[in-house]
């Protein structure tokens, strides 16, 4: 468990700083993206059991709030494919550093920017939906790290 | 490490898959917008500085608190007990 809610503080302290180029620079935003995608994808994978079920569970007996979740969530991914690979092709500093000519186009330009403005407000209703699982999930690992 | 990697392979596996499937669709999208590339603006490059560099920071925190605001009535409207997350 303690894994998962410290993958799930690096996640968001890394998207905070990816979200923030201005504050960064343009160079850490792209390359720590690279560092930020295996985070994304574990993110995921320690939480598989659970989507398995949101996913799995009789359409009759799912709450709203499950319903929810497994809508938000998928919008939340294709939000986060769609920021980071949008992001590679209108890269300043990545593809330039390695000689490729990110050849990007109006369209991938606005679609990284208006996904990546709207991936924070959806974020941030993400981690206020789950809130009392990370409080609770924080205040179990706070103890044991006492005692360690 | 590789224990872990082969138990969690079919998760990893559809998560690269549904990406590639959303950078599929995205791309003909975008095939059927047709436009031709344009110059990478050198400015929009360029790195912050000073005070000016915290608003990047000031953003996301305004971003992510709109958000937790709309999630209150989310969480009210569908959900009369904690995170299902288990």
Do not use: C
């Not at chain 1, 995608?37 to 007996?61: E, G, Q, Y």
């Amino acid at each position: 468990m303690s894994t998962r809610v410290w993958v799930d503080i690096a996640l968001f302290v890394g998207y905070v700083l990816l979200s923030a180029p201005q504050t960064t620079g343009i160079a850490f935003h792209e390359y720590f993206t690279i560092a930020f995608i295996p985070i994304f994808i574990a993110h995921i994978v320690l939480d598989w059991s659970w989507i398995t079920r949101v996913f799995k569970r009789n359409p009759t007996k799912r709450s709203n709030e499950v319903r929810f979740n497994r809508s938000f969530d998928i919008i939340l991914f294709v939000g986060m494919v769609i920021v980071t690979y949008s992001g590679f092709l209108v890269s300043e500093s990545i593809l330039p550093d390695f000689g490729i000519d990110p050849a990007a186009t109006s369209f991938w330009s606005t679609t990284h920017d208006v996904s990546g403005n709207l991936l924070i407000l959806l974020v941030g209703i993400h981690v206020a939906v789950h809130w009392p699982w990370i409080k609770r999930n924080i205040s179990r690992i706070r103890p044991s790290r006492a005692t360690a | 490490m590789k224990p872990w990697l082969s138990r969690n392979t079919m998760p990893i596996v559809l998560v690269l898959v549904a990406s590639a499937l959303v950078v599929g669709a995205f791309e003909a999208i975008d095939a059927f917008a047709g436009e031709s590339p344009q110059l990478v603006n050198e400015a929009s490059g360029a790195e912050p500085a000073g005070v000016a560099s915290v608003g990047g920071l000031i953003k996301v925190a305004a971003f992510l608190g709109i958000g937790a605001l709309i999630a209150k009535p989310i969480r009210s409207r569908f959900s009369g007990q904690a995170s299902v997350q288990e």
